[in-house]
Every structure is written in C-alpha cells, then in structure tokens.
C-alpha cells in the first residue's frame, strides 16, 4: 500500500512539472542587445533587472535604435545554427501622407477605414552573423510584423498595403536590405511595431 501511494504521488509531482514547464513555453520576448551611441546611455544589469525585458511592449526598443536579435537556423536534417540580425525602424509616415505614398507605390492600395489610419515603418535588416553560411535567413514583413496601437489594438482587418520596395527578404549573412512595412493603426494613438517569429518569440519596436 505505501508502495502504491508513493507511486501516486510521484506521478502527481511529475504531471504538476509538466503543466509548469508547458506553461512557459510561450511567445516571449526574445533575447536582443540595443547599440547605444554612448556608454552614458547604456542601463545597468542591475536596473535591467527591475524593469520590463528589453524590447517588451511595455519597454520596446526606443525609435531609431538597433536591435541585434539572437535567432536560429535549421537545416533538412534539423541541425540548428546560432544567428545574429539588426533591424532598425529608420522613419515612420503616418496618416494621409503614408496613404498618399501607398497609392504611389502601388494605385490599387486603398484608404484606411473610418478610425483608422496608415502607417508605414520604413526598416532595415542585416543579417549579421551565422554559424554556417549556407543557409539563407528569411523575414517577411507581413507573416513577421504587425502594428499595435497603444490601446492593445492589433489591426487584423481584410485590408493589406502594397509598399515598394516591400519589406520581404532572402539573404545571406553579411547582406543588408530595407524596405516599408505597412499597417493601419488608431487615428492619433502611438503605436508600436511587434516582429515576431513563426515559431514565438517577440520583439517590440517603438515607431515614435
């Protein structure tokens, strides 16, 4: 009997471990560095640890500022290979300039509805680092990013902006590209720009 009972509890103590660490398999933030322009700006560990996670939506990398986002890449075989890429939200247009520029880019772009309006993040990605250089990073700014308004608002309506050159990439570590993400936000709110994985993992961008 107290063979049994132990084995019971044994069991239980094993399923609450599991429940635990399925728990925290979640989309979370991914682990990135910001390049600071001088050492006065730089945050000490100390403080870091008191605050929301760099590149949070509740502390998002500051406009302008680079993110170096550590990532992965996986082979046929399933082999995985450490990587390195910078994205930069370099300059934000918003409201009926972004829409006006849209139409330029492509005439068939339509006019954000009643509440809403465009913005577009033009962003720069370089693929910086890779433990093997015969595999290509891919990013793609409409299966990767989306705009959040302030308010927690994700836009996920029926209408998409055609930019040029769009934010969509194949390359190889050590190429640089950039392009315009587009996406209809709030009128008026800040908004933030969330990259995310296909696989979880976030990071997110402040666009003002």
């Not at 990767?144 to 570590?173: C, K, L």
Request: charged letters at 30%; glycine letters at 8%.
């Amino acid at each position: 009997m107290k063979r049994k009972w132990s084995k019971i509890s044994s069991l239980f103590i094993f399923v609450l471990l599991s429940i635990s660490l399925l728990g925290g398999c979640g989309q979370d933030t991914k682990d990135i560095t910001v390049n600071e322009e001088a050492d006065g700006q730089k945050e000490t560990e100390k403080k870091e640890e008191t605050e929301s996670k760099l590149g949070s939506r509740t502390n998002p990398v500051p406009f302008k500022k680079t993110a170096t986002v550590d990532d992965e890449l996986y082979n046929d075989q399933g082999e995985s290979f450490l990587i390195k890429f910078d994205l930069t939200v370099v300059e934000v247009i918003r409201g009926d300039a972004a829409y006006q520029k849209l139409k330029s880019m492509n005439e068939f772009n339509e006019p954000a509805p009643e509440g809403y309006e465009w913005a577009l993040a033009k962003t720069k990605v370089k693929f910086v680092e890779s433990e093997t250089e015969d595999l290509p990073f891919h990013i793609d700014g409409v299966m990767n990013f989306t705009m959040v308004s302030e308010s927690g608002d994700i836009y996920s309506g029926d209408i998409v902006g055609t930019a040029e050159p769009d934010f969509s990439f194949e390359m190889y570590v050590g190429n640089e590209k950039e392009g315009y993400i587009p996406g209809l936000v709030k009128v008026g709110e800040k908004v933030q720009l969330r990259y995310e994985e296909t696989l979880g993992g976030q990071v997110f961008f402040n666009l003002q």
